[in-house]
Antibody
Framework: DVQLVESGGTLVEPGGSLRLTCVAS????????MHWVRQTPDKGLEWVSS????????GYAPSVKGRFTISRDNAKNSLFLQMTSLRTEDTAFYYC??????????????WGQGTLVTVSS | DIVMTQSPDSLAVSLGERATINCKSS????????????LAWYQQKPGQAPKLLIY???SRASGVPDRFSGSGSGTDFTLTISSLQAEDVAIYYC?????????FGQGTSVEVK
């Protein structure tokens, strides 16, 4: 079965840093681009960042560009999101999503269970 | 950015009755070169991640019951649940993937009347 498992979410103070990890199993990881999507009650579902199958094509939402860095390790079937200069508005559930293809914008045919990031003093 | 607007925000439907959710995009998400609409629908139950129901506007994802169907093209799309079951109580989202940033509708909450 396809499985995506996120970890790393926790309470962090404004200005702090955090690294989220998503470990994939049950499919050929490097056949797919991978994305991070976050969800809040106020803003709903919001695309955060994406990375192509080989890591060469990367994109960020304007709200996180310059603060977040997406990466992947295909040998370890893992996706990462390094988050710095965190703001209260970054508080959200963060999901990793599997793209249906190797690159470009996509729908998500598999999602992790999500990890909660809370930015508060 | 392409803005996705769903209507209604919520609806209550009797068991066995039809539920219809609309989604409108601020610009066309139809790609003329491959004649496909870059539109997906998801279902999210409380405490769970979203689950893909429909992609390419009308293709059902694997394992999705055939009471779920998607229609529409260009800027106007519809998700129909032909006969509402108790397990269909959830929030439903549309999403375009025509270009970056992909964006989602605000969600439509479906409950049993």
């Amino acid at each position: 079965d396809v499985q995506l498992v996120e970890s790393g979410g926790t309470l962090v103070e404004p200005g702090g840093s955090l690294r989220l990890t998503c470990v994939a199993s049950g499919f050929t990881f490097d056949d797919h681009a991978m994305h991070w999507v976050r969800q809040t009650p106020d803003k709903g579902l919001e695309w955060v960042s994406s990375i192509s199958w080989n890591g060469y094509s990367i994109g960020y939402a304007p709200s996180v560009k310059g603060r977040f860095t997406i990466s992947r390790d295909n040998a370890k079937n893992s996706l990462f999101l390094q988050m710095t200069s965190l703001r209260t508005e970054d508080t959200a559930f963060y999901y990793c999503g599997r793209a249906h293809q190797r690159d470009t914008a996509s729908y998500y045919d598999a999602w992790g269970q999500g990890t909660l990031v809370t930015v508060s003093s | 950015d392409i803005v996705m607007t769903q209507s209604p925000d919520s609806l209550a439907v009797s068991l066995g009755e039809r539920a219809t959710i609309n989604c409108k995009s601020s610009q066309s998400v139809f790609f003329t070169s491959n004649k496909k609409d870059y539109l997906a629908w998801y279902q999210q139950k409380p405490g769970q991640a979203p689950k893909l129901l429909i992609y390419w506007a009308s293709s059902r994802a694997s394992g999705v019951p055939d009471r779920f169907s998607g229609s529409g093209s260009g800027t106007d799309f519809t998700l129909t649940i032909s006969s509402l079951q108790a397990e269909d109580v959830a929030i439903y989202y549309c999403q375009h993937y025509y270009t970056f940033p992909v964006t989602f509708g605000q969600g439509t909450s479906v409950e049993v009347k």
